[in-house]
């Protein structure tokens, strides 16, 4: 059977009679489809009340608690994002306690300023102490809101229309979107993603009424009303600098001063008018302002980052942001407009990256290819694709993740819509007054399985995923030995869930004594350990340490790289960098203890399958290799296996 083109009916403002449709359809066409648009959301992330504290979460209630092994690390009200403040001596500090590993950057720096989104933890952690149910039912009050004012804002741009209407639903029940609502830590995204939409919408309003006659429009009260917005938005989170993607793309595409009728007559469809373009763009310039103001702030107060893989200063690190770009942008893209979530590309081995990025590329350009036709002729369409695809940009200066593409998402959610809703209505519509879509039948079904069948299953998963990483914490931290003794793990699977886990242990033990904790790798190739003393080992590192992105956090080893002879010491333990690989990273390291490491004054342990097991140290002059395991089959299995039953803590 060969495939027939799908044939594209109607401009974004055209509707077939009610007669047409069938319920849900005309709910979704309807005044109502805000609230459903906000209730699916809600029902699909309530999973997210059961995950309690994660991650980040245990850093901030570690902080907030004075949990032992925090000492001079706290922060203010305004700086709960304030991972590192880039001062040498209180990385030692974090060195010391665990927090951080012995190759951290000695400026190593991660030093977020969301004053908003810190404060409204802070203010959780006074009202609702240790309970994290509250808390997560502000974050689904948050997203609830944020679904909401998003469907109203399609309404006002597209009308009470079935494209309105599904392209609520779709955001609403978006699975990316699952993380961002259902952890704590990951409140500033929703946060900072409801002023950006509330922002747009008072922009529209104002540009909205504007004409050659009036083309100031409505400037009064929704000009300012969208710059305070603005600002706040960026005091949520500074992904809120997304939000310019949109203002430009609205101006050049939706502004009434952009666009002219045709000689013609034809009021359909408008033509661009450079001259109008450059009086509506001149408008941009106080936006302009209010995003330099902030950075101007932003940095004077000393915030930003340095040193780390996960974050990037476009502006103070050009050219590293330039080369995440090429990866990270086409592999994010796929991820806001169909699938799979972009994080896949940050566990998969390096090896398999660039082959990953090449096979995004080829499903972009097939996806762009078939939604051309309509997409060229279709100022709506267009003002909604530009306004995500520049908003995905910004979201390059951190690691793949859909959870950070929720501002990407509104126009890439809009787009989808726009073209599922043509699809429909072309069945009613005859002869067709659009171009053809370039794809077969199944490119349409697979769209709608993927975005309303697929996407609300995962969603509801997605907003407990969080979960299983704490549960999985809690199965790990039974294997690891608490006590006055120092605990020295020969490997680690990830840096960062090796950082978290002794703030984990401190957060909820606040009587036990400070876990002494020195991690000597991260990564999952093979380690050899070597005893050269009574007091010293010699460690040979994996072939893949430092090179995957999770295992590069607190140090970025292209720009910052080790030179044999580096040496830095751990909580009274040295380690001497002997060998380092052409790259920069360390092959081989000497550790000196304080003293004899046979007796109990320190506990060896290592990764193995799903935990840590006690690591038994070979005899002078021996070698002990420790074997390659998978990432993922650890993870899952930790999940499972806590999941299945509880353990007792390692004594």
């Known amino acids: 059977m060969k495939n027939r083109d799908i044939k594209i009916t109607g401009n974004q403002n055209t509707e077939p009679s009610k007669t047409t449709r069938g319920p849900i359809l005309s709910l979704l066409a309807g005044k109502r489809a805000p609230l459903i648009a906000c209730v699916a959301g809600v029902l699909l992330t309530l999973p997210s009340l059961w995950v309690g504290f994660a991650q980040d979460d245990y850093y901030f209630l570690s902080i907030f608690k004075g949990a032992p092994g925090t000492e001079g690390l706290q922060q203010s009200i305004w700086d709960t994002f304030s991972f590192s ?4 001596a209180r990385n030692q500090l974090r060195m010391d306690y665990g927090i951080a590993p012995w190759w951290t950057v000695e400026g190593w720096k991660v030093d977020l300023w969301r004053p908003l989104a810190s404060l409204t933890h802070w203010v959780d952690f006074k009202l609702f102490g240790e309970n994290p149910v509250p808390m997560h039912i502000h974050n689904l009050l948050l997203y609830g809101a944020l679904c909401l004012i998003t469907a109203l804002l399609y309404q006002r741009v597209m009308g009470s229309s079935l494209a309105a209407g599904l392209a609520a639903l779709i955001f609403a029940i978006d699975s990316g979107h699952g993380i961002a609502a259902g952890w704590l830590s990951n409140r500033n995204s929703v946060l900072g993603g409801l002023f950006c939409v509330a922002s747009l919408w008072a922009h529209h309003r104002w540009r909205s009424g504007a004409s050659r006659a009036r083309p100031l429009g409505d400037l009064f009260p929704y000009a300012p009303i969208a710059l305070i917005l603005l600002m706040i938005g960026l005091f949520s989170a500074e992904g809120a600098i997304a939000l310019g993607g949109y203002f430009f793309a609205y101006t050049l595409f939706l502004d009434p001063l952009s666009r002219r009728n045709p000689d013609t007559g034809d009021s359909e ?43 990037v200063d476009p502006a103070g690190e050009f050219p ?17 407009f169909a699938a799979p979530d972009s994080t896949l590309w940050n566990m998969l081995p390096p090896s398999w990256q660039t082959p990953y990025v090449v096979l995004a590329l080829l499903a972009l350009g097939f996806m762009a290819w078939a939604v051309w036709p309509f997409v060229k002729k279709n100022p709506m369409a267009k003002f909604w694709v530009t306004g995500s695809l520049i908003a995905i940009i910004p979201a390059c200066a ?15 959610s809009a ?147 080790f030179t044999p ?24 390291i000497t550790v000196d203890f304080q003293g004899p490491i046979d007796g109990e004054g320190y506990r060896f342990i290592t990764w193995q399958d799903h935990a840590y097991a006690p690591f038994v140290l070979p005899e002078v002059g021996a070698t002990v290799i420790v074997p390659e395991f998978r990432l993922w089959t650890s993870i899952s299995n930790a999940a499972r296996i806590a999941f299945g039953r509880g353990g007792e803590r390692g004594q």
């Open 565 to 588: 002879g580096y040496s830095v010491t751990v909580d009274g333990t040295k380690i001497t960098v002997d060998k380092v690989s052409p790259d920069g990273r360390p092959k081989e």
């Open 415 to 561: 787009l989808i819509a726009l073209v599922l809703s043509a699809m429909i209505e072309n069945r009613s519509s005859q002869p067709p007054r659009e171009p053809a879509l370039r794809a077969p039948k199944t490119l349409f079904y697979g769209a709608i399985a993927l975005h309303l069948v697929i996407s609300p299953i995962a969603l509801l998963f997605n907003s407990y995923t969080i979960g299983y990483l704490d549960r999985s914490f809690q199965h790990i931290t039974a294997s690891i030995p608490v006590g006055e003794a120092r605990v020295v793990a020969i490997t680690s699977p990830m840096d960062l869930q090796a950082a978290s886990l002794p703030l984990f242990i401190r957060s909820q033990m606040t009587d036990a004594p400070p876990l002494h904790w020195l991690w000597l790798s991260a990564g999952t190739g093979q380690v050899s350990v070597t005893r050269v003393g009574e007091t010293s080992l010699s460690v040979q590192l994996s072939d893949d340490f430092l090179r995957a992105p999770l295992s590069k956090i607190f140090r970025r080893p292209e720009t910052h790289p």
């Open 320 to 336: 590293v942001f330039a080369r995440h770009f090429l990866s990270y942008f086409p592999v994010m893209t796929l991820g806001s």
């Open 85 to 88: 403040e880039g001062d040498p």
């Open 269 to 311: 469809h408008t033509l661009f008018d450079p001259k109008g373009f450059s009086r509506a763009f001149a408008l941009l310039i106080p936006y302009l302002a209010v995003v330099l103001t902030w950075r101007s702030i932003y940095t004077g107060l000393g915030h930003g980052v340095h040193g780390s893989w996960m974050y």
């Open 398 to 412: 951190t690691m793949p993740s859909d959870r950070n593409l929720l501002i990407a998402s509104i126009g890439a």
